[in-house]
């Protein structure tokens, strides 16, 4: 079962536009919720997270919503730029473990 | 200060035989994870050590798999009797402590069996 799900395989956006990448959860168990870039040939790399007490967490470019009521997490990029285009994984951790559960990942591509 | 480290990048190997990965965790690191990625998927938990306690383990991990973390540095993860089921990509990744301490991934061994 998936317990993480990303249902856009990809997304295309204009550079200097917002991209916005969603993610839905079954587990209301889940406490806490991250989002990774990957580049080809490279492992993830962390971009930022948020705990399951906040709805929203910013970081430069990047912010993160959390709709507990809806299960439902999104990821932010204003201004897009042509290197943020990768492939995004959400994850979660479900409480009393350190595991992450992945999506299936949406591959972003900033175009000019 | 080096990232998280994983040998062999590449293996290619024949159906039935074993393989060993290795895994060097960021130093001062106390958790080390493994997991697998399919094409198309996410990556997916297959288990993670407290310095050399293994504290939990996947139900993906067959008997064939094995890890260890004997001196709670390095990681190595086994294959038994390899399956082309096993063709994956074998990620590892390391973090200070647990809850929310950030994970941070190494490349990866790219495995394939024919």
């Known amino acids: 079962d998936q317990q993480v799900k990303q249902n856009s395989p990809s997304l295309s956006v204009q550079e200097g536009r917002i991209s916005i990448l969603n993610c839905d959860y079954t587990n209301s168990m889940f406490d806490y919720f991250l989002w990774y870039k990957k580049y080809p040939a490279e492992g993830p790399t962390f971009l930022i997270s948020?705990?399951?007490?906040?709805d929203k967490n910013e970081d430069g470019r990047f912010t993160v919503f959390l709709n507990k009521s809806a299960k439902h997490l999104s990821l932010h990029i204003v201004p897009s730029q042509p290197g943020d285009s990768a492939v995004y994984f959400c994850a979660a951790t479900p409480m009393n473990t350190d595991k992450l559960i992945f999506g299936t990942g949406t591959r972003l591509q900033v175009f000019p | 200060d080096t990232g998280v480290s994983q040998n062999p990048r590449h293996k290619i190997t024949k159906r039935g035989q074993n393989v060993t990965f290795r895994c060097d965790p960021i130093s001062e690191h106390n958790r080390l994870y493994w997991y697998r990625q399919t094409l198309g998927q996410g990556p997916e938990f297959l288990t993670y050590f407290q310095n050399e306690a293994q504290l939990e383990k996947s139900r993906l991990l067959s008997d064939r798999f094995s890890a260890e973390r004997p001196k709670g540095s390095f990681s190595t993860l086994e294959i038994q009797r390899t399956e082309q089921g096993d063709s994956a990509m074998y990620l590892c990744?390391?973090?200070?402590?647990?809850?929310?301490?950030?994970?941070?991934f190494g490349p990866g061994t790219r495995l394939t069996v024919l």
């Open positions: 990744a390391s973090s200070r402590g647990g809850g929310m301490d950030t994970q941070y």
């Open positions: 948020i705990s399951s007490i906040k």
